[in-house]
């Protein structure tokens, strides 16, 4: 079974600090994706990486994957109020012709005012 | 925004009854899942579909069965609801890339 790990599992912060949040995995993925989820609304898609190294930025947002396809990290510079909310990891395994999906557990981010 | 509807979003049933909730989209993916998420195990996967009377379970599929018998609907079925499947569950469709849509998800509360 491939397990993803997150951390922190909670992180608490204010407004325009810079932030960082890991996944992290013994096992290799094909891709890994990034979503965020808002309290009572399902996760949505911010990024998906695919090749080792690389480096996706998104506004405030960049996202890394490591070189051996294990990790990826998730930076946030000058947090907003609107950044809050539980950032999800996912990694998707390579073969086979389904997509399932190994989800980490979260970092539920909080940024105040 | 993916076109997916869960119903119904808020059901609260009692220990031993059945329950089915159902996921509806309008993309036309051939990939759907169910997930449910608890505090402290984050989403896992339940059962999953790719096609029409084509699913396989998930990590957590025990008491729960699907069905899909049109390429919009994908139907979980709790056939006698306990407690420990109090729970948030939510109906994603699959992208061409393996990325995921979610819909809002259904609210369990099993007493």
């Known amino acids: 079974t491939q397990l993803l790990e997150q951390s922190p599992q909670f992180l608490s912060i204010q407004e325009g600090e810079n932030l960082t949040v890991y996944c992290n995995s013994s096992?290799?993925?094909?891709?890994l994706q990034w979503y965020r989820q808002e309290p009572g609304e399902g996760p949505v898609l911010l990024v998906t990486?695919?090749?080792?190294?690389e480096v996706k930025k998104l506004k405030r947002l960049t996202f890394q994957f490591g070189d051996a396809r294990k990790d990826s990290s998730l930076h946030i510079t000058a947090a907003q109020t609107g950044d809050t909310g539980l950032y999800l990891c996912?990694?998707?395994?390579?073969?086979?012709?389904?997509?399932?999906?190994?989800f980490g557990k979260g970092t539920l981010l909080t940024v105040n005012p | 925004d993916a076109g997916i509807t869960q119903s119904p979003r808020h059901k609260v049933t009692e220990t031993g009854t059945p329950v089915t909730l159902r996921c509806h989209q309008t993309?036309?993916?051939?990939?759907m899942y169910w997930y449910r998420q608890d505090p402290g195990h984050g989403l896992r996967l339940i059962h999953y579909?790719?096609?029409?009377?084509?699913?396989d379970k998930g990590e957590v599929s025990d008491g729960y069965s699907v069905s899909r018998s049109k390429t919009e609907d994908f139907l979980l079925t709790l056939e006698s609801a306990t407690s420990s499947q109090t729970s948030v569950y939510f109906c994603?469709?699959?992208?061409?890339?393996?990325?995921?849509?979610f819909g809002e998800g259904s609210r369990l509360t099993v007493l």
């Open positions: 996912a990694g998707a395994s390579s073969g086979g012709s389904n997509y399932k999906l190994t």
């Open positions: 096992s290799v993925f094909s891709s």
């Open positions: 990486v695919v090749t080792g190294g």
């Open positions: 993309e036309n993916h051939r990939y």
């Open positions: 579909s790719y096609g029409v009377k084509d699913t």
């Open positions: 994603a469709i699959g992208g061409g890339a393996g990325e995921l849509f």
